[in-house]
């Protein structure tokens, strides 16, 4: 019997410092030095390698089964050479005994099965700690350190891991430093050889669910949550709120103290605007609330067909339109109706043919019907324009009526 404490103490400054259990890495190592003795034995079903914990000595046993008469002395033994061989035990016709059979040079080949094992070992169980360590990530964000630009990608440090942030996932326009740290929304993680391959988005619209999860404590705790949520990447994120506190202003929440809350964000997005509505079951009020800042007239809603008919001031309809159809859009995607808006036709104005074609082509408007006109009092037109500037300017906003 071979003593190998050296093995051990390493074992154990392994088991500290890489976090890999030491008994996982002595049962990968005897299961090794089992496959090696079949070159010795033959079979090896009757055979077993044993390390001790303690000591770390090396021993290799046979199981035969006491019988009358010998037929296979690999398998078999005899009472009279079992009584021989342990003569301070007392053994009956079917009791199964452990013979050594450690070779001479086992220690050798222990020696150097175990310390392929073990680099093996740790090579495949910091792969899956890695694994297990960002799969638990996943779906929610991250910080990762700029490395440089490979192409169009950019390489992203996530502390032991690299990740790779395509073009796809990023906002355009949007460029980095190195060195810089940015948020990341974990897509997706998957186990390779090579180790996890972990997919990162700046474009995905949980990125901002997260993002107030973590800035907002009413909504990390479950007290307002975030019903519905539509983005743009870059330009604007709609987002549904509602409160199951009474006391709680969902909307407030989320903006926080002269909007510092909401405004961390968009700093953390690079200046994407934020319209934080409230949420309502009834689909009427939803897409009303979902259409600010423009002032709505009326909502006719069919709930079997998902689609619905606005009616808004002639002045503010380009406003509910938004730039290139932008804010009908979000909107529709955030309350999952097929929106069409209409003047209220008491209204002779510009007819702008942008938002017409954009807005139709992305297939939010109804039956195409509705004229995008906006002939009103000039004076009136121009205040309007000046409150939607403002409103964009400003970054976020609540309900029609909330002043943030």
Same mark, same amino acid.
């Given at each position: 019997?071979?003593?190998?404490?050296?093995?051990?103490?390493?074992?154990?400054?392994?088991?500290?410092?890489?976090? #890999?259990?030491?008994?996982?890495?002595?049962?990968?190592?005897?299961?090794?030095?089992?496959?090696?003795?079949?070159?010795?034995?033959?079979?090896?079903?009757?055979?077993?390698?044993?390390?001790?914990?303690?000591?770390?000595?090396?021993?290799?046993?046979?199981?035969?089964? #006491?019988?009358?008469?010998?037929?296979?002395?690999?398998?078999?033994?005899?009472?009279?050479?079992?009584?021989?061989?342990?003569?301070?035990?007392?053994?009956?016709?079917?009791?199964?005994? *452990?013979?050594?059979?450690?070779?001479?040079?086992?220690?050798?080949?222990?020696?150097?099965?175990?310390?392929?094992?073990?680099?093996?070992?740790?090579?495949?169980?910091?792969?899956?700690?890695?694994? *297990?360590?960002?799969?638990?990530?996943?779906?929610?964000?991250?910080?990762?350190?700029?490395?440089?630009?490979?192409?169009?990608?950019?390489?992203?440090?996530?502390?032991?891991?690299?990740?790779?942030?395509?073009? !796809?996932?990023?906002?355009?326009?949007?460029?980095?430093?190195? $060195?810089?740290?940015?948020?990341?929304?974990?897509?997706?993680?998957?186990?390779? $050889?090579?180790?996890?391959?972990?997919?990162?988005?700046?474009?995905?619209?949980?990125?901002?669910?997260?993002?107030?999860?973590?800035?907002? $404590?009413?909504?990390?705790?479950?007290?307002?949550?975030?019903?519905?949520?539509?983005?743009?990447?870059?330009?604007?994120?709609?987002?549904?709120?509602?409160?199951?506190?009474?006391?709680?202003?969902?909307?407030?929440?989320?903006?926080?103290?002269?909007?510092?809350?909401?405004?961390?964000?968009?700093?953390?997005?690079?200046?994407?605007?934020?319209?934080?509505?409230?949420?309502?079951?009834?689909?009427?009020?939803?897409?009303?609330?979902?259409?600010?800042?423009?002032?709505?007239?009326s909502v006719n809603v069919d709930e079997e067909e998902k689609t619905?008919?606005?009616?808004?001031? /002639?002045?503010?309809?380009?406003?509910? #339109?938004?730039?290139? @159809?932008? !804010?009908?859009?979000?909107?529709?995607?955030?309350?999952?109706?097929?929106?069409?808006?209409?003047?209220? @036709? *008491?209204?002779? /104005?510009?007819?702008?043919?942008?938002?017409?074609?954009?807005?139709?082509?992305?297939?939010?408007?109804?039956?195409?019907?509705?004229?995008?006109?906006?002939?009103?009092?000039?004076?009136?037109?121009?205040?309007?324009?000046?409150?939607?500037?403002?409103?964009?300017?400003?970054?976020?906003?609540?309900?029609?009526?909330?002043?943030?």
């Amino acid at each position: 019997m071979d003593s190998n404490k050296e093995l051990i103490e390493a074992l154990n400054q392994i088991e500290k410092e890489k976090d #890999i259990s030491k008994d996982i890495l002595l049962e990968a190592i005897e299961n090794s030095l089992l496959a090696a003795c079949k070159n010795q034995y033959g079979k090896s079903d009757n055979i077993k390698v044993t390390i001790n914990r303690d000591t770390g000595a090396f021993a290799v046993y046979a199981e035969k089964e #006491i019988v009358e008469e010998v037929e296979d002395p690999v398998l078999q033994i005899s009472p009279e050479e079992a009584a021989q061989k342990f003569p301070k035990k007392k053994y009956a016709v079917g009791d199964i005994v *452990n013979i050594e059979v450690t070779p001479k040079n086992f220690g050798r080949i222990a020696a150097q099965k175990a310390k392929q094992v073990v680099v093996q070992k740790i090579r495949e169980e910091e792969r899956k700690v890695l694994y *297990n360590q960002y799969f638990e990530k996943e779906r929610d964000i991250v910080t990762g350190i700029v490395q440089r630009y490979v192409g169009e990608n950019v390489s992203i440090n996530l502390g032991k891991v690299d990740a790779v942030l395509t073009k !796809n996932e990023q906002i355009a326009g949007e460029h980095f430093r190195p $060195t810089e740290r940015i948020k990341l929304y974990v897509v997706e993680v998957k186990d390779t $050889t090579k180790g996890p391959k972990i997919t990162v988005s700046r474009t995905h619209p949980e990125l901002v669910k997260r993002l107030f999860e973590a800035e907002v $404590t009413e909504v990390r705790d479950g007290v307002v949550e975030i019903r519905s949520i539509s983005r743009e990447a870059g330009a604007r994120t709609k987002m549904a709120v509602s409160s199951n506190d009474p006391n709680v202003d969902p909307v407030g929440a989320c903006v926080g103290i002269n909007g510092a809350r909401v405004n961390a964000i968009v700093d953390e997005l690079r200046g994407e605007k934020i319209d934080i509505i409230n949420w309502s079951d009834d689909p009427a009020i939803l897409i009303q609330n979902a259409l600010s800042p423009a002032k709505v007239v009326s909502v006719n809603v069919d709930e079997e067909e998902k689609t619905a008919r606005v009616v808004v001031p /002639g002045y503010q309809l380009s406003l509910a #339109i938004g730039r290139e @159809g932008q !804010n009908a859009r979000l909107a529709a995607r955030l309350t999952g109706y097929k929106i069409d808006i209409k003047s209220d @036709g *008491n209204d002779d /104005g510009y007819y702008d043919e942008a938002y017409q074609d954009s807005y139709y082509q992305d297939g939010y408007a109804g039956d195409g019907e509705g004229s995008y006109q906006e002939d009103g009092d000039d004076e009136e037109g121009f205040e309007e324009w000046d409150e939607e500037k403002e409103y964009r300017e400003e970054g976020y906003e609540g309900e029609d009526d909330r002043d943030m």
